[in-house]
């Protein structure tokens, strides 16, 4: 599925002393079957524009009117908003928002906090339950579940009895996922997946989301401030600013604008500094910022050149 | 759910944000006095004049004020309509047994709902004009006198404005949790009542529990803090009197005042 926005606003608590705009006129299109980094800090707009993608947060009925208003003569009609998610329409009122939920799962920040169920079986069950048309059989059920289980890495004869509130942190989150993975939907929208987690955690993660990407969901949407995060393995990310996107490449070229990234506010992966501060003593690494190509170019330049130390870099 | 602004803070500069929250509290109280004396239309006018004097300086929008009623419709409704019904007037327009609608109720109903609506507004202009903090000030500063019955004023003053603060925080946490819920394909909106309520405990089990652990953390950190409430504790905001306080005074004094003449001199029941 191909995800399309075009000058798309919006505005939250609109006329009075609450008003923000959170996103200003955004333009993006993500690719089926990318692995896809939106970057911003807080209040960039960037959970804001993933909550549109499965209609959580709708357009606002004067912007779904312009279609039908002509615009007088001589007038400039205002940029016509599209916002489609493969065959959706999300700027038409009567677009199915559940077979829209169904095919884009949305992964919030601290999912572990939406468990509610008494065994992790029925949590994982939850969503399956809401988006099937008839009534699914307990082994049909059974089936789904153990997959989703075992795709995120944990032990369906184990988990499935167990209350989803005796579980660990990490185990908790997996769960989590897992009950929104688990109608196999096409498109897969995380927000902050690894967020608050240790190191390790947050690699096996990431290693899950590749996992997911490559067996479960032809598109995954990763939201991230961290830069090691998208640089390690997006395929291409946007950056959120202020409510608008400031550059949507491949995080290859994306973190060759090292010092405008910083402008923003934003962080740059290790390795992008790495890289600045060994230009500046005229040493040039040519990688796409993944650490292992990084190391691997250093050491290649090192070879080159006779394993000089004198620069102290 | 976004749109639960009843009762939450509108910050604007004004006269009437700007008043001394024991003032408006006693003004409230001094209000809903006057309501309940007023016993024909008279008094009520001169209340309700009043209140939109408040508003007009409070710079508050009127649709706000108005939403605040919205929230009562129902009760209003529900409270007239059995008026309306039941009420024992002369004056019979219509009946069926001991239903009967006459004169006197309808009038007698038109006189509840407004008295209803005008407590309402009332009530939340108060708190659409003060923050949390400055109300729990002053309800505190309020009663200060039970202090000497070894009432733990303090400690209410401070329930209370952690339970104002965390309205917010709460309903925002809703918010999110309904969200996530929705995006697993709960449906909140369609179904009879019984299915209604029962599609809620996907939201309301993560809202409890969020609500203990914030609680908790908060008291982690007040304890990490050394929090005691103790009696030695100053305040950084020390409230005063002001010249605004005394005309806000006196025109609550002219309402009850204005109120208990109409009674005593225009006794025509409504």
């Not at chain 1, 401030?225 to 290859?252: Q, W």
């Not at chain 2, 419709?73 to 008026?83: K, M, P």
């Not at chain 2, 939340?124 to 002053?138: M, R």
């Not at chain 2, 950190?221 to 050394?226: G, V």
Request: aromatic share 10%; glycine share 6%; hydrophobic share 45%.
């Amino acid at each position: 599925m191909r995800i399309v926005a075009e000058h798309l606003s919006y505005v939250y608590n609109p006329k009075s002393p609450f008003e923000t705009a959170a996103l200003k006129d955004v333009s993006l299109t993500i690719e089926e079957g990318e692995f896809f980094g939106i970057i911003g800090h807080t209040g960039s707009g960037k959970s804001t524009f993933v909550q549109h993608l499965n209609g959580l947060i709708r357009l606002p009925s004067s912007l779904r009117r312009y279609k039908k208003k002509k615009p007088k003569k001589g007038e400039i009609p205002p940029p016509e908003t599209v916002l489609r998610v493969g065959e959706f329409d999300l700027t038409d009122k009567k677009t199915d928002f559940r077979a829209l939920r169904k095919s884009v799962g949305m992964v919030f920040q601290y999912p572990e906090y939406q468990l509610f169920a008494e065994t992790v079986r029925d949590d994982v069950a939850f969503g399956l339950k809401n988006f099937s048309a008839e009534k699914l059989s307990d082994e049909q059920i059974d089936a789904a579940v153990r997959a989703a289980l075992e795709v995120v890495g944990l032990d369906y004869g184990e988990m499935k009895d167990k209350s989803p509130f005796d579980l660990s942190g990490g185990q908790k989150r997996r769960v989590a996922i897992a009950g929104v993975i688990v109608t196999r939907p096409e498109v897969l929208v995380l927000d902050e997946p690894a967020a608050g987690l240790d190191p390790l955690g947050k690699k096996e993660v990431m290693e899950l989301l590749h996992k997911l990407h490559r067996e479960w969901c032809k598109t995954v949407v990763v939201v991230s401030h961290d830069m090691d995060e998208i640089s390690e393995n997006c395929t291409k990310a946007a950056v959120f600013s202020e409510g608008s996107v400031r550059y949507v490449l491949p995080p290859k070229e994306l973190f060759r604008h090292a010092d405008e990234l910083t402008a923003l506010g934003l962080d740059v992966p290790l390795t992008a500094k790495l890289c600045t501060a060994l230009a500046k003593r005229g040493v040039e690494i040519d990688c796409d910022f993944t650490t292992e190509d990084f190391i691997g170019k250093v050491l290649a330049y090192w070879a080159a050149h006779g394993g000089r130390k004198g620069d102290n870099a | 759910m976004k749109d639960v602004s009843f009762g939450q803070y509108y910050p604007v500069d004004s006269f009437v944000h700007r008043l001394d929250p024991r003032l408006k509290l006693l003004f409230l109280i001094a209000y809903i006095v006057a309501i309940f004396l007023a016993s024909n239309f008279y008094g009520l006018a001169v209340c309700a004049g009043v209140l939109v004097f408040i508003v007009a300086f409070a710079r508050i929008p009127i649709g706000k004020v108005l939403r605040a009623v919205k929230g009562v419709v129902f009760l209003v409704v529900f409270t007239a309509a059995l008026n309306i019904l039941f009420y024992n007037g002369e004056t019979v327009y219509a009946e069926w047994g001991i239903i009967s609608i006459t004169k006197e109720g309808l009038i007698f109903s038109a006189f509840l709902a407004l008295r209803l609506a005008l407590l309402v507004v009332c009530s939340s202009l108060l708190t659409y004009t003060t923050t949390p903090v400055a109300l729990t000030d002053g309800v505190e500063s309020l009663l200060t006198p039970l202090k000497w019955i070894r009432f733990p004023v303090h400690a209410l003053a401070l329930v209370m404005s952690i339970a104002l603060r965390f309205i917010p925080v709460l309903i925002d946490e809703t918010e999110r949790i309904k969200n996530a819920q929705k995006a697993r394909g709960a449906d909140f909106e369609s179904g009879n009542l019984f299915k209604r309520i029962r599609a809620m405990v996907p939201i309301l089990v993560p809202l409890l529990l969020s609500a203990f652990r914030r609680a908790e953390e908060l008291g982690d950190a007040m304890e990490a803090r050394c929090y005691t409430g103790s009696n030695q504790r100053t305040k950084y905001k020390k409230l005063r009197f002001g010249w605004r306080d005394l005309i806000a005074f006196l025109v609550g004094a002219a309402l009850i005042t204005g109120v208990v003449l109409m009674k005593i001199y225009l006794p025509a029941p409504y």
